[in-house]
Nanobody, 127 residues
């Protein structure tokens, strides 16, 4: 049963923008924190951004601060990642994930703490 579905990836030039969306099932979404992670070829999966259910906790990786914005629309059961000023090093498969529990930074940035994952969407930034 599919729980999370990402969309919005694509090919963009450096300096451009993309907006990723993540649509969630009811079971996955309500009460959960949502995170975005990415994985480039040959590299470990890395934290990008996360947002708690009540919007009180929002975190970003240092590499994307000031350029990316995470948000969620609880009525639509969706999370979003607005990516501006994209760089070639942002090229990766981006994954949406959901977790229940504490919303401290150490938990939210750790991909092992997430129970549900989407299939990923490719983002390619050309120089």
């Amino acid at each position: 049963q599919v729980q999370l579905v990402e969309s919005g990836g694509g090919l963009v030039q450096a300096g451009g923008s993309l907006r990723l969306s993540c649509a969630a099932s009811t079971r996955t979404y309500f009460g959960s924190a949502m995170g975005w992670f990415r994985q480039a070829p040959g590299k470990e999966r890395e934290f990008v951004a996360a947002i708690s259910w009540g919007l009180s906790s929002i975190y970003y990786a240092d590499s994307v601060k000031g350029r990316f914005t995470i948000s969620r629309d609880n009525a639509r059961k969706s999370a979003y990642l607005q990516m501006n000023s994209l760089k070639p090093e942002d090229t990766a498969v981006y994954y949406c994930a959901a977790r229940f529990g504490g919303t401290g930074y150490d938990d939210m940035k750790n991909h092992h703490q997430y129970n549900y994952w989407g299939q990923g969407t490719q983002v390619t930034v050309s120089s």
